[in-house]
């Protein structure tokens, strides 16, 4: 996924940086604490970053979810009840959703396979911050939430209050307290 003209993530995988560990990590031990610093916070900066693209595209996902739900129920039966005249009905459809059903099933498709890919990048940024939490202080509050984990352990798991929907079924809208929902409940928080 490209943003702003570059593409944000590099082609190291997942397991590139499990077998790179030793690697990583004597590099970084010859390094000065300022800098290992600086590396703990750009590796924190861009995990985040993978985590706030994950929660818009879970966004984009549901949108589309529910404007493929809307253009189902027109065909269905509410177009009758409408009693429009086909014109107005078209118009009005338009102004409800701006796209059509086969449209909303592509974008569906490609945002839920960005959004997986997202995961196995965020994954890849949680463990390298795990790994440097054995020599950075700094690190090892970004993880704390993995700290008990063991580092070969590498399945990413979302920290307190962090939930990663991986499909449409997991995103279904159930407002709060009060009828106003929030991306928060839906998405985790920061």
């Known amino acids: 996924m490209k943003s702003v003209g570059r593409n944000h993530h590099t082609d190291v995988t997942l397991t590139d940086v499990i077998k790179g560990r030793d690697i990583f990590l004597k590099g970084l031990s010859s390094l000065s604490n ?14 985040e970053n993978i985590r ?11 949108e589309a979810e529910y404007n493929k739900r809307i253009l189902k129920a027109f065909e269905q039966d509410e177009k009758k009840h409408l009693g429009m005249a086909e014109m107005d009905f078209r118009l009005f459809k338009r102004l ?3 796209r059509e059903l086969p449209e909303l099933e592509r974008d569906v498709e490609y945002l839920t396979a960005s959004h997986d890919s997202e995961i196995e990048w965020l994954a890849s940024a949680d463990e390298q911050l795990f790994q440097m939490s054995d020599i950075s202080l700094l690190a090892s509050q970004y993880v704390a939430h993995r700290l008990p984990q063991n580092s070969s352990d590498t399945e990413y798991e979302p920290g ?6 991986r499909n449409s079924s997991d995103m279904e809208y159930e407002p709060g307290e009060g009828e106003q929902g929030d991306v928060l409940d839906d998405f985790g928080d920061d």
């Open 34 to 47: 300022d800098t290992v610093t600086l590396v703990a916070t750009a590796k924190h900066a861009a995990r």
């Open 52 to 62: 706030q693209k994950i929660r818009q595209l879970g966004w984009e996902i549901q």
């Open 96 to 98: 409800l959703v701006d």
């Open 160 to 165: 307190e209050g962090e939930q990663l929907p």
